[in-house]
């Protein structure tokens, strides 16, 4: 089944019983049972939900495995996934540039528990050799990384995964699984945040993991039961449909940030610009190799730093000043105060995330419109 098709129908069967040919919402809390022992596959929602499950066959079969799971948020996955891997005195090695939510949840919780973690340079497969040590369990990678669209060479990191006995997990939320599938790469475990380029309509939070192997899968499975972070049957019902149109709006996001990438770089109130599909991008050719497009993510430097960014956001009437991305309207975020306030201004400024620096997450309104909106809120 090709990638569009099976997001239209993977794990989405017409309803046996009616013919629905939308996966029913089955808002129950639980089942009726035809005896001690004698379930009909159902017995509690937080368990299984006939809806969710439809969910996590589809992201599955998106990123090319057998098992797929959902959570209650992008966060939650992760929060799940170490829960179940990790314990006391266990190593993680994360690159730099990540999501300041993830980077709270190492620092402000992981932490507490007793695990230990490293960060690399995002860019560089050999400052993740040298982070690992002999208690190193786990390899946590973005790529493209949230905000600065830094690109991580999955397969090396794989084969350094390998080589140490850990598992790699990539966040694959910015390129979804139709520009890029880290399980085809190497990678052991893909998290995504389906709020965001899934479920596509901003409407909904939610995550989703999908697992290379059986062994790891039960053991995050469950967690997921044990612990609860599972999302309502509604929410697995938006992103299903948000799901269905993946391929078609990932194109015209994709369109539009290279239409503003090339926009900003020529604008002389733009320092830099931070998109993938730039050939003027570091990240550039390891783009082109391990993935099929490059997203529709654009970071820039400002000049002028913070008063400049706040005249540029007052000026914005397309784009609106907003936390999260991956919607079908344009978004724009300033990380320093917003997505990545959690990261110590020291650690923010070593990594990059300047007072300057904007990040776009374009629609799929017309290009032409976006970049009037960008050159009226520049000037």
Known sequence: MKFETAL??????ADKETGAVNIPIYQTSTYKQDGIGRDRGWEYSRTGNPTRKALEDCIAALEG?????????GLAAEATACLSLLKKGDHVVSGDD????TYRLFEKVFRKWGLEITYADSRSPASFRKAMRRNTRLIWAETPTNPLLNITDIEALAGIAKKGKALLAV??????PYFQRPLELGADIVVHSSTKYLGGHSDVIGGLMAVADKRVYEEIKFSQNAAGGVPGPWDSWLTLRGIKTLAVRMKAHEANAFAVANFLSSHRAVSKVFYPGLESHPGHSLARKQMHGFGGMVSFELKGGRPAAEVFFKKLKIYM????????ESLACYPATMTHASIPEKERLKRGITAGLVRLSSGIENSDDLIGDLERALK
């Open 171 to 176: 966040d694959n939320t910015f390129a979804t």
């Open 98 to 101: 990540i999501y300041g939510g």
């Open 65 to 73: 495995t057998r098992y797929g799971m959902a959570f209650a948020s």
């Open 8 to 13: 239209i129908h993977a794990g989405q069967e």
């Open 321 to 328: 000043l907003a936390e999260s991305l991956g919607g079908v």
